[in-house]
């Protein structure tokens, strides 16, 4: 199969091209190896892919739209995935404009150009903070209410509208997928549990914002199965959560980390605007219809997180 991901030198990306590679299929990417963090660690992914295969890497900025349907008119796909985005909540509180451009602008310049070129399946990378604040879980696709809390997740919103416009303009099949908090080795680095492990790792003290929050934390791989298991979808427009379905208290994060690096220093700090309070996905759906089984426990999954950490910063 000939897949193309978007934003595949980030970190969910490069982990699916990793996994796709593996399972021999002819893996492209585009990704302007954006600096919202190190350009150098993209660069890294990108080794990492490298080592399971050969991957067509294209590297340009989606936002420009000609540039974005002339990709497309020189080559053919089976399944697209967009993945590139300018991610994280805080951030987007300062620079709101930025996300109506990479995560709305850019989604209509990849689902305008898939409809025009007869792609025969997208898939699009959303988000559990489409769901806004709620207190009451586990949520079900049908309940995002548009209510979100940050820009960020407003772009996720708006750009979910946008797929199912465009699925309906040109008729191809339509994944949407909310991940739930994403964790594991190669983890994103502005992302909380990453971020503590740097921190513990050098000795440095960690801030906790509110320890009563939970999340859905969802390990990598389980985040890889549910993306390719979407790949043989029945259904012509679908919209699927893709969560660990066992939401985990910070509280229980900090004693767990506290297990591995018992001098943690941690700041304790107040709940930031923009954050939800608590995500908890209910996965039924894509365990049904996709046969979706996340399958590393959240304590194997911060153990294989913690390792892969101290060798990345040679410890
Ligand atoms: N990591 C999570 O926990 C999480 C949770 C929910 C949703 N998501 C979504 O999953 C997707 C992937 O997230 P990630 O954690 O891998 O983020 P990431 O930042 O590691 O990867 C995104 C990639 O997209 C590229 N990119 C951004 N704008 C681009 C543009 N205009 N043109 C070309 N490339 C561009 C970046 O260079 C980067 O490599 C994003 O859409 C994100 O919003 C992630």
Not at 107 to 114: D, G, H, I, K
Not at 179 to 189: A, E, H, I, Q, S
Not at 214 to 222: A, G, K, L, Q
Not at 291 to 300: A, D, L, N, Q, W
């Amino acid at each position: 199969m000939k897949v193309l991901i978007t934003g595949g030198a980030g970190f969910i990306g490069s982990s699916l091209a990793k996994t796709l590679l593996k399972a021999g299929h002819d893996v492209s990417l585009i990704d302007h190896f954006s600096s919202y963090y190190h350009v150098e660690r993209k660069v890294e992914h990108l080794e990492e892919i490298k080592k399971n295969g050969p991957i067509s890497v294209h590297r340009f900025d989606l936002l420009d739209a000609d540039q974005t349907l002339a990709h497309f008119k020189a080559y053919t796909y089976d399944k697209v995935i967009h993945l590139a985005a300018l991610p994280g909540v805080q951030y987007s509180l300062k620079n709101p404009l930025d996300y109506i451009d990479q995560d709305i602008k850019v989604v209509v310049n990849v689902l305008s150009a898939a409809g025009e070129t007869g792609i025969p399946h997208v898939l699009f990378g959303s988000s559990s903070s489409v769901y806004g604040s709620r207190e009451e879980g586990p949520v079900k696709e049908e309940q995002a209410s548009g209510k979100v809390k940050s820009p960020y997740a407003a772009a996720k919103a708006g750009a979910e509208s946008f797929c199912h416009a465009y699925q309906s303009l040109y008729g191809f099949k339509l994944t949407i997928l909310r991940f739930f908090t994403v964790y594991g080795p190669w983890g994103r680095p502005d992302m909380a549990i990453p971020l503590f492990i740097e921190k513990l790792i050098k000795g440095e003290e960690i801030t906790v914002y509110d320890r009563e929050q939970s999340r859905d934390f969802t390990y990598i791989d389980d985040i890889i199965q549910g993306i390719t298991l979407a790949f043989k979808q029945d259904g012509l427009s679908e919209v699927y959560n893709l969560g660990s379905g066992s939401p985990v208290h910070l509280t229980e994060l900090i004693q767990l980390l506290t297990q591995y690096f018992p001098s943690a220093k941690v700041r304790e700090d107040t709940f930031r605007r923009g954050d939800v309070r608590h995500t908890w996905g209910d996965i039924s759906k894509a365990r049904n219809e996709l046969g979706y089984s996340p399958e590393v426990t959240f304590e194997e999954g911060i153990r294989r997180t913690i390792e892969w950490a101290k060798s990345y910063h040679e410890l």
